[in-house]
């Protein structure tokens, strides 16, 4: 028999942890850390023990953000002494990602599960697209179209096919993405669980949003990730503000002259990464001048939750102008900045005087995507991960319908596989 479990990121937005286990061991798929700030405790992690990682044969890594990466060090210091497979993007940048979720913890005064030694041990091995043989185990990899180096995964156990999609967008404006082949279960994302978004109508809603704010004379913060829609976002500025000024930090601008020159990865060929009305932002002292300039633009900064040095200087010195807005794009967990400028008790006590808005730019799947995609998957079994529980309850019965057993299982359960 094989199961499957949920070691985090089910029911929740963050820190995904799966497992698929047989009679012969088991495979991790992703080990990500859950970014949210209640009380003392500084981040969630998965549900993992000495016993369970005692069992893991291999981990399949599917790409470099937080959510799905900066919890590996947690299975060395539980023995793990294996390798952790993931695309060579993705081989490249984990570690980064990994040492910033460590700054973040300290600078926050929190504790980690793991030493900085566990980091340093993480060893990294890369997948090809296409087919994969790992100890023995067939492993088909295809490209998510989320990030550069995004990939999902078909696992043969036994007799099933069983797919992973780790994050995954149908139809990515920058970057390939492959079809799968037919399976017997499918682990799917469908972080917009709930709803159905059209990415042109949200583009639009974005644009309009800042052109209004820019024609009162205000500045725009836009706290985003360097990679993957912080990518997005900084091309279609490109194409749609040429007058004003765009202020972005260099990581975003790095992150994108990587991007476009990664042709296995990248459908769109573009030599254009600047133009005149861009300035790149480097220091603590050139965002004191943005601030102080009474000229209207948009900002690019990091990251997408607002818990960073630079992002967080922005707001908090331009919050008390009711001209400018800052715009969230994606998820801001419990306790960041991001999360808490929608409480009216923080804005109250921290004078805040600047616009806010919620306009989700699609990364991931809805409702509509995950029926669609099964069209390919041909699953009967989905395991629906990266929402709220009581959001997915409309696409199960969905899928139900379609004779699919589609499920939201709670963290730490276990689904066996027929």
Known sequence: MIKLYS????????????????????????????????????????????EFISKIKFVLLSHAHEDHCASLPLIYNLGYKGKIYASEPTSEMAPNFMNKWKNFVIENNGKLPFTYEDIKKVEFKNLKIGRNIIENIEIIVGRSGHV????????????????????????????????????????????????????SEQYQLLIDSIRKTLLIGGKIILPLPPNGRGCDIYRFLLENIKDEKIYVDREIINSYKKLISMKEWVKIKDDNILAENVVIIDTMEERKEVCLKNIPGVILTQDGMLTATQGKYYFENLKKDEK?????????????????IFSEDYIKKNLVKLQRERIIFKVHFDDMD???????????TIILFHSEKEKTKNIISKLKSDNVNAICLDIGEIYRLN
């Not at 807005?325 to 999360?339: C, D, F, M, P």
């Open 370 to 380: 995950v029926i669609e995609y099964n069209s390919y998957l041909q699953a009967k």
């Open 7 to 50: 070691l985090g990121g089910s029911g929740e937005n963050g820190r995904n942890c799966y497992a698929i286990e047989w009679k012969d061991g088991a495979i991790l798929l992703d080990c990500g850390v859950k970014r949210e700030i209640d009380g003392e405790c500084i981040g969630k992690y998965p549900r993992l023990t000495k």
């Open 148 to 199: 550069v180096g995004g990939i999902w995964f078909i696992i043969k156990i036994e007799d099933k096919n069983i797919f992973y999609s780790g994050d995954i967008v149908r139809e990515p404006m920058l970057l390939y993405n492959d079809k799968p082949f037919e399976v017997d279960a499918a682990i799917l994302n469908c972080a917009y669980a709930g709803k159905v978004l059209n990415q």
């Open 324 to 340: 400018n807005k800052v715009i969230i794009t994606g998820h801001t967990a419990k306790g960041t900045v991001g999360a808490e």
